[in-house]
């Protein structure tokens, strides 16, 4: 009984070490710019609402897996826009991804990276306040339609939970296996 006990604590232990690994360690630091600088820096500018936030960091993740940001657009400033756009970013704040609030608005400041517009802490994306943009550009309406947007696929989560399942099931009927050959 001792040994299955110890059976199940080590892969108790060992589901642990898998899913909880917590990636490594780095740090965001920002170089300070104005809000005329970050306009010209990026590709895309808008305003907009974000109304959802997918993927990136714990559970099952590193820190470092991109996260995607769906935002609600009203006014665009620069580059083509959809009316609901999604963007990229990093997992955490530490690896200089951006983790603002869902439901609120913002001017965000999107640039492109590898086809796809990204969306980071350091490139001056801000909430929506009383203060009207810092850099000369008039709004214009977004593109109809949807772009960018991520979907949430939970197959990867159901993998491992059945492989956790049958890696426990395995251990328990060969130390059972083994004590009944034993009692024997």
Same mark, same amino acid.
């Given at each position: 009984?001792?040994?299955?006990?110890?059976?199940?604590?080590?892969?108790?232990?060992?589901?642990?070490?898998?899913?909880?690994?917590?990636?490594?360690?780095?740090?965001?630091?920002?170089?300070?710019?104005?809000?005329?600088?970050?306009?010209?820096?990026?590709?895309?500018?808008?305003?907009?609402?974000?109304?959802?936030?997918?993927? &990136?960091?714990?559970?099952?993740?590193?820190?470092?897996?991109?996260?995607? *940001?769906?935002?609600?657009?009203?006014?665009?400033?620069?580059?083509?826009?959809?009316?609901?756009?999604? *963007?990229?970013?990093?997992?955490?704040?530490?690896?200089?991804?951006?983790?603002?609030?869902? &439901?609120?608005?913002?001017?965000?400041?999107?640039?492109?990276?590898?086809?796809?517009?990204?969306?980071?802490?350091?490139?001056?994306?801000?909430?929506?306040?009383?203060?009207?943009?810092?850099?000369?550009?008039?709004?214009?309406?977004?593109?109809?339609?949807?772009?960018? *947007?991520?979907?949430?696929?939970?197959?990867?989560?159901?993998?491992?939970?059945?492989?956790?399942?049958?890696?426990?099931?395995?251990?328990?009927?060969?130390?059972?296996?083994?004590?009944?050959?034993?009692?024997?």
């Amino acid at each position: 009984m001792r040994r299955l006990l110890a059976a199940g604590a080590a892969t108790l232990l060992s589901a642990f070490i898998v899913f909880a690994n917590p990636g490594s360690a780095c740090a965001c630091s920002c170089a300070e710019q104005t809000e005329a600088e970050a306009f010209e820096a990026a590709d895309a500018v808008f305003a907009g609402t974000l109304t959802r936030r997918d993927g &990136g960091g714990f559970p099952l993740g590193s820190p470092d897996d991109p996260a995607t *940001l769906e935002f609600e657009v009203d006014d665009v400033y620069k580059g083509d826009i959809a009316e609901v756009q999604g *963007l990229l970013t990093s997992g955490s704040e530490a690896s200089c991804g951006w983790d603002p609030p869902v &439901g609120e608005d913002y001017l965000v400041f999107a640039y492109l990276e590898g086809g796809k517009l990204n969306v980071g802490f350091c490139g001056g994306s801000r909430a929506l306040d009383e203060r009207s943009p810092e850099f000369d550009a008039e709004a214009v309406a977004p593109v109809a339609g949807e772009a960018g *947007l991520a979907k949430t696929e939970l197959w990867p989560f159901g993998v491992a939970g059945a492989l956790l399942v049958a890696a426990t099931g395995a251990g328990w009927w060969f130390l059972r296996r083994r004590h009944l050959k034993r009692i024997q």
